[in-house]
């Protein structure tokens, strides 16, 4: 696979995962290592009053890209101080950017978003704003300066697939910078879509975490992710609605 | 003095940021701080001086998606 380029920074993985969510940290490790990740999600919240002391959840995360998020911001302001202090403490100007509009869905405020956007961007940060898969939205943030955008599959958490492929291809073909897909995917097949279509990377984490056996999904993830890599750039035959025989239809034996 | 910590009342000696980290025993590492509403850069903390009734957001990484 060729490099994945956001911005200044290059990943040979395609695959970007989360950090799950109160997953062992060691299981946590062994997933993302399975799954190649080079990048992985942190989401950033306040220091608890009595933390135990112990491994941290850095030192798990040793050797690999953090990409914080602003996960369950529901305002620009919110999303914007808690990109800023990620960017502190993290030593990092990369953000997945979220700014979300309904605890129900969890589907993003767009005018947030925008609002939010365009003030990181002139902040100078490397902007990977989560997004609704809608190509309007896909363009203004283009527009606005940001990185890379990462339309939904389906709702974060959801599992469900990618709901709208026809939109997705839309903002795919559109799109002058990396298209990353990000929530709603739930097995391995729903990567390789998503790769065929012509994403530039996948980021998943409840498809993993959630899975009976994570470290083998995590597996499964590579696979699909290169799998689909390969099957967008074959070229696939034409879909025909008759059958064209496979085996030469001269020289057979007659009974009789 | 009384300063708002993490959306609490919190009672403090400290009079730097740097100060407030230490008393909190908070990891200088993968820690940052905002103070009413402006991130402290780190090499700043020790220069930083907290009004009274401040209000701070102390933030680490945690797991998440």
Known sequence: MEPLKIGKYEFSSRLITGTGKAVPYPLMRQCIDAAGAELVTVAMRRIPKDEPAGMTLLDNLTGLNLLPNTALCFTAK????????AREALQTDLIKLEVIGDQDTLYPDNE??????????????????????????????????CAAVMPL?????????????????????????????DAGVGTASDAVIAM???????????AIYG?????RMAQAMKLAIHS??????AGRMPKKLYATASSPETGLVEAR | ??????????????RTAADLLQ??????????????????RRSQLSQTTLPEGSKIEIVRAVQGG
């Open chain 1, 78 to 85: 919110d999303a914007i101080l808690t990109a800023q202090l």
């Open chain 1, 112 to 145: 947030e978003l925008l609002i939010a956007a365009r003030e990181l961007v002139k902040d100078g940060f490397t902007l990977m704003p989560y997004c609704i898969d809608d190509p309007i939205i896909c363009r203004k943030l283009e527009d606005l300066g």
């Open chain 1, 153 to 181: 599959a389906a709702p974060i958490g959801s599992g469900q697939g990618i709901r709208n492929i026809t939109n997705l291809q839309i903002i795919i073909e559109k799109a002058n910078i990396p298209v990353i897909v």
């Open chain 1, 196 to 206: 065929e279509l012509g994403a530039s990377a996948v980021l998943m984490q409840t």
């Open chain 1, 211 to 215: 899975a009976k056996q994570p470290v």
């Open chain 1, 228 to 233: 689909g890599y390969l099957a967008a750039r």
């Open chain 2, 1 to 14: 003095m009384r300063i708002v910590v993490n959306g609490q009342d919190y009672q403090t000696e400290a």
């Open chain 2, 23 to 40: 008393e909190l025993q908070a990891p200088e590492t993968g820690t940052a701080m905002a103070l009413d509403g402006e991130v402290v």
